[in-house]
């Protein structure tokens, strides 16, 4: 099933309160709480603790594209070419691939990968 945006908001500010009422706002005048689910966002920690405020029992996905963009910026910071590249290709192949049990093994060598690439910088990327 594909997901489809089902409101857009003007807001003054994108704090947690503001969104969390705008939320609560928006599931009462449209009364379908108990029917959501699940939301996907991009992975802003202001929207997932409004969601969690406002829904508490719903499940929260982080947006792939979202989550490929910041994995990509990060590796680029403390990589060097070739890792980049390897960095870079494995993470598509994770984040794309048609099995769960495939995206398990992917996951575990990405992380391995990960601390290998970061434990040679100064500073933490994330």
């Known amino acids: 099933m594909k997901g489809h945006v089902v409101a857009y908001a003007i807001t003054r500010n994108q704090t947690k309160v503001t969104l969390s009422r705008l939320l609560k ?11 959501i689910q699940t939301f996907v966002v991009g992975k802003d920690a202001v929207e997932i603790a409004a969601i969690k405020g406002a829904i508490p029992n719903v499940n929260i ?10 994995l990509r910026d990060a590796v680029s910071k403390c990589c060097e070419a070739k890792e980049k590249v390897r960095a870079n290709d494995h993470l598509m192949r994770m984040l794309y691939t048609d099995s769960g049990e495939i995206f398990v ?6 992380s391995d990968k990960l601390k290998l690439y970061t434990n040679r910088t100064k500073h933490s990327w994330a």
């Open 25 to 35: 706002e928006f599931i009462t005048k449209i009364d379908v709480g108990p029917q």
């Open 61 to 70: 996905l982080l947006c792939r594209f979202h989550v490929a963009l910041t």
């Open 105 to 110: 093994t992917y996951l575990e060598q990405f």
